[in-house]
């Protein structure tokens, strides 16, 4: 199970929680990835994060904005499953 799926349901406030302890942790491994030009780490993260299940809202009102469109322009990240959701999420 990824972040996402538990965002909403009986664990998301734990699930909220959890997310916001780690928030910088996601933010230095998505800025690593980024800069590594690794596309699977970097659409893996942005799509199992929660905000891609809700468009950058949780209901618990925590954001944890990514840069998706540095995402979208890494070489084979199209190729990656759950590219579609880092579409979805839409550039920010």
Known sequence: ???GEYSYGPDQ???AKQV???RDNIRVAF???LDVRDAALAVRLVANHPQAQSH???PMGAVLALPT???IDLAEASKQPGF???L???PC
């Open 1 to 3: 199970m990824t972040a």
């Open 13 to 15: 406030i734990a699930s």
């Open 20 to 22: 916001s302890l780690e």
């Open 31 to 33: 800025a690593t990835a």
């Open 56 to 58: 950058a809202v949780t």
């Open 69 to 71: 469109a540095r995402v």
């Open 84 to 86: 579609p959701r880092v």
């Open 88 to 90: 979805i999420v839409g």
